[in-house]
Nanobody, 124 residues
Framework: QVQLVESGGGLVQAGGSLRLSCAASGITFSTRTMAWFRQAPGKEREFVTAITWNGGTTYYADSVKGRFTISRDNAKTTVYLQMSSLKPEDTAVYYC?????????????????WGQGTQVTVSS
């Protein structure tokens, strides 16, 4: 049974910070590339950030670069998204995703497993 369970979403004011967590089970976490996506009202799901299986490399969308930080703790089978300097345009449902490190495709697509999503709302 594969599960990705997200937590940490909520309502914050512009300029504030929030940390999301994604706890994984039912998979060999240390062999997975992990990522965060988001979907804002009226828009398609978009890539936010990803981290390789051993945490050695990270990738960020231009819109969040310098403000968001992805990290992982393989011992806890958890990936985190630290969000700072939040803007109203960051408002979206945030999804955790996972794929096997050898799955074909780039770091921004071809993810096999998804969490349920957690709402992040940034007020102006």
């Amino acid at each position: 049974q594969v599960q990705l369970v997200e937590s940490g979403g909520g309502l914050v004011q512009a300029g504030g910070s929030l940390r999301l967590s994604c706890a994984a089970s039912g998979i060999t976490f240390s062999t997975r590339t992990m990522a965060w996506f988001r979907q804002a009202p009226g828009k398609e799901r978009e890539f936010v950030t990803a981290i390789t299986w051993n945490g050695g490399t990270t990738y960020y969308a231009d819109s969040v670069k310098g403000r968001f930080t992805i990290s992982r703790d393989n011992a806890k089978t958890t990936v985190y998204l630290q969000m700072s300097s939040l803007k109203p345009e960051d408002t979206a449902v945030y999804y955790c995703a996972a794929k096997w490190r050898y799955t074909s495709g780039s770091y921004y697509d071809s993810y096999e497993y998804w969490g349920q999503g957690t709402q992040v709302t940034v007020s102006s």
